[in-house]
């Protein structure tokens, strides 16, 4: 059985939250049948019945909660083209799922409007239908709303007419789509249009926000020119909506012609940070990326839902190359999606890309990681592999073939194989999307050239593992070379004293070099001779290394104090963020302060150069790195860091708004070394603030005050209304970075499971916030306290399933650094009144 077309009606209550809504679903059903299944979940059907030939049949209504089904039973078996028609009753939840309602103030007045997020499986949860990606159809949709209020979905308004106090709002018919890309909201809004050749792009804000509205409206219209001509295939629907919501559990929604975003996700504008500039233009870059990926063409089934996440991901960093190259943006995908992919990657709990899925819950557990960033790093490996020419012939193959329909995994990589010309194109992708992790190559010096042998990398080790097809390219003396690494070892004969493996940092592996190697490359490190993406995939791997206990800390340490002075971006970025990361697991060990002093050595020159602010013509990237060297600085101890950035915090009051760059590192160090008073600054600041960036940088200030008592009153915040649900995992997601709060976030969390199991519902993805907050934990006890907690069954979800396993490994990997290097006592402390 499969739908065609969708016409619905919905016509929402603002003041009692609730809606009443009838749809006509268009239907073929293959084979005579008396029962047809629909996805509904948490409706009221008041009447069902179908109409086949011009005869209606009245429906027996039941409901199978389990598998989140509407039963409709009928008298006489059912079949051919047939129209079923349903009543029905429906809530606008606060939980930011399915057709619900977010809350905002005008002008110090309360107003709401009316929004939905569907994906992945919450259409069912506003009007009953076939909730699954390969249904797709046509939809019609009207909203019936109060006058004065307006309404949005997917396309156009086609109709509008008065009907007593309200007005009915039709849209227009809604290309093939699955059901979890419709759009509907109703509110009072603000916006700012232009036009991309015949499409129409409006940012679109809650009333007196649109003058952040101007800069991400330049940033979708760079990015719609680009797809387009990089995908040869026009934007097919006549416009495109983004949709700023106040409340919004994810960071943005890919609805066709209908985005929405979280406001800190979509609004900016000239005095944003340059952080955030970037942060808004690749979310909208994103989102723009799945109209075609995710919308034009949509995997079959969610097994597959890396199509949608890894294109998006990897694409949206090409259209932010191509129109602000000025950001070296390349670059940061390294350590802001290669990254992060691998450390997720290196866990034994993680999953394949493609991954089996049976059920809603298991969906969600697969918005993560491995389905973005991994998939993303995949997609850049092979662009490099088979040329970006072909790559991009590949990609508009697979577009062109599967408009408007579902694909798979084998579509794809079929696509670029025959563009290609490269038979190894589906052996490589097949395994690097069936199989977890990724390998280390172990480097060593033999007579005439290099050894290499390939393993399974992990955080408590490396493992056996069947050999991955490595596209291998690689640097030495000779120049750059490229093999297809598939077996356990391979011996690359030369006369070079030094071989660079994963030369441009393309690939998805990390290399383990021989003592010799390493210092070697070290020495071209330190004379420049490598390129920034190789000298950071060096530093990269080797404190991947000490992260998972396979070298002492201190090996890492003398590797950066000697190699890594006066470094160049992503080099200096990476190195200073892994300091602060081991600062922050070591506090109290005794290599404490050889980190201290080697962030020292490394980052005040940094400072020195680049100043405390920001430069006429200096690059993005330096303004980048500015703020992260204070921040460093400062949680190491400088004094006069710490007395700049106290100045500059109390001349704020007087003397205008710290540097929009410098406020996250300037806050925090302020935090850090804070007082109660300092801290009610900080709260009045932030419940006083519009402006969306600012007012998460205040928020997150809050995070890192180290009195108990501070850090105590910061967690209690989070549970008040004073704090929107979708930003209440921000604080202790931040405690969770300071050593001494740890044990008592821990407590506080325990204490409070129930209630954030009740509060934060399957779909939400922000349960696992809390679970993932604790995972700078270390300790034995700690462990296995951690281990019975999530053991009980009533504090079990299926949709942190993976999330616990995930805080479970890193906890004990935690644990093998400190007790590596040199502490003893592994059992992690807190003065706060939350440890009783």
């Not at 009928?74 to 809350?103: I, T």
């Not at 049976?358 to 790093?377: C, L, N, T, V």
């Not at 070591?586 to 150069?609: C, T």
């Amino acid at each position: 059985m499969a739908p065609s077309h969708y016409s619905i009606e919905i016509r929402p209550d603002m003041q009692s939250h609730s809606y009443q809504g009838s749809e006509a679903i268009d239907v073929s059903i293959a084979r005579p049948t008396r029962s047809i299944r629909l996805n509904a979940k948490g409706l009221s059907v008041t009447g069902a019945s179908i109409t086949i030939d011009g005869t209606a049949q009245q429906a027996a209504v039941s409901y199978d909660e389990d598998n989140e089904e509407l039963v409709l039973r009928f008298d006489r078996p059912v079949s051919g083209d047939a129209k079923l028609e349903l009543k029905f009753n429906g809530e606008n939840n606060d939980k930011m799922y399915g057709f619900y309602r977010s809350s905002y103030t005008d002008n110090g007045t309360p107003q709401q409007m009316l929004t939905t997020q569907f994906e992945a499986a919450d259409a069912r949860a506003a009007f009953p239908c076939f909730d699954e990606p390969a249904f797709k159809a046509t939809f019609d949709l009207t909203l019936v709303v109060d006058k004065g209020l307006e309404a949005i979905s997917n396309m156009p308004v086609a109709s509008r007419r008065s009907d007593g106090g309200k007005e009915v709002i039709t849209f227009g018919t809604t290309p093939m789509m699955s059901s979890y890309l419709l759009y509907m909201g109703v509110g009072q809004f603000e916006r700012v249009t232009e036009k991309v050749g015949n499409v129409e792009i409006s940012v679109l804000t809650t009333p007196g926000k649109s003058a952040y509205a101007k800069l991400p409206l330049e940033y979708a219209k760079k990015a719609v020119e680009f797809y387009q001509s990089y995908f040869g295939i026009a934007y097919p629907l006549p416009k495109i909506d983004l949709i700023a919501i106040p409340d919004f559990a994810a960071g943005a929604m890919e609805n066709w012609g209908a985005i929405t975003f979280r406001e800190s996700a979509l609004l900016c504008n000239d005095s944003s940070s340059q952080a955030t500039k970037q942060a808004v233009a690749e979310t909208i870059a994103h989102e723009l990326a799945h109209q075609w990926f995710g919308n034009l063409v949509t995997m079959k089934w969610w097994d597959d839902l890396w199509l949608n996440e890894s294109f998006a991901t990897y694409m949206s960093f090409k259209a932010l190359d191509d129109a602000h190259p000025e950001w070296d943006v390349m670059l940061q995908y390294l350590s802001g999606t290669t990254s992060r992919a691998m450390s997720a990657d290196q866990l034994r709990s993680t999953h394949p890309i493609n991954v089996k899925v049976s059920a809603p819950a298991e969906i969600d557990r697969i918005f993560d990681e491995i389905s973005y960033q991994k998939g993303g790093s995949v997609l850049h490996m092979l662009e490099d592999y088979v040329g970006a020419d072909a790559f991009r012939r590949g990609l508009a193959e697979y577009l062109g073939k599967n408009a408007y329909s579902n694909a798979t995994k084998e579509d794809l990589w079929l696509a670029i194989e025959h563009a290609s010309g490269d038979a190894n194109v589906s052996k490589i992708m097949r395994h690097w999307v069936n199989v977890p992790g990724y390998p280390v190559i172990k480097v060593k010096k033999v007579r005439g050239g290099f050894e290499l042998r390939q393993k399974r990398f992990t955080i408590d080790g490396e493992r056996r593992s069947r050999p991955w097809p490595i596209p291998l390219v690689f640097e030495t003396e000779d120049g750059t070379s490229r093999v297809l690494m598939d077996s356990k070892k391979l011996v690359i004969k030369t006369q070079s004293d030094w071989i660079k493996l994963n030369a441009g940092q393309a690939g998805l592996y990390r290399a383990s070099y021989d003592e010799a190697t390493l210092e070697r490359l070290g020495k071209l490190v330190e004379a420049g001779r490598l390129g920034g993406a190789d000298a950071w995939g060096i530093e990269n791997d080797l404190f991947a290394m000490a992260r998972c206990g396979l070298i002492e800390v201190r090996t890492y340490l003398n590797f950066v104090a000697s190699h890594c002075n006066d470094p160049d971006y992503p080099l200096s970025e990476s190195t200073i963020g892994h300091l602060s990361w081991l600062a922050a697991l070591l506090r109290g060990n005794p290599l404490e302060s050889e980190v201290d002093a080697v962030i020292e050595k490394l980052a005040a020159p940094i400072l020195a150069e680049l100043g405390w602010s920001k430069r006429p013509g200096e690059r993005d990237v330096d303004t980048l790195l500015r703020g992260q060297v204070i921040s460093a600085l400062g949680e190491a101890g400088d004094p006069q860091v710490i007395d700049m950035a106290d100045d500059i915090f109390r001349n704020s009051f007087t003397q205008g708004m710290v540097d929009a760059n410098l406020r996250s590192a300037i806050y925090k160090i302020v935090a850090m070394n804070g007082d109660g008073q300092v801290f009610d600054s900080f709260v009045s600041r932030y419940k006083a603030e519009s402006d969306p960036e600012e007012r998460l940088k205040l928020l997150s200030a809050l995070g890192h005050f180290r009195d108990p008592a501070l850090v105590d009153k910061a967690l209690e915040i989070t549970l008040t209304e004073a704090v929107r649900l979708q930003d209440s995992t921000i604080i202790p997601s931040v405690v969770g970075g300071n050593e001494a709060a740890i044990r008592g976030l821990m407590l506080w969390t325990e204490s409070h499971w129930q209630e954030f199991m009740a509060r934060y519902p399957s779909g939400t993805h922000l349960l696992e916030d809390f679970v993932d907050s604790m995972g700078m934990a270390y300790g034995r006890d700690t462990l296995a306290e951690l281990k019975a907690f999530f053991s009980k069954p009533e504090n079990r979800r299926d949709d942190i399933e993976v999330a616990v396993k995930h805080l479970l490994e890193r906890v004990a990997a935690n644990t093998r650094v400190i007790e590596r290097n040199g502490q003893a006592e592994t059992t992690q402390k807190s003065k706060s009144k939350n440890a009783h």
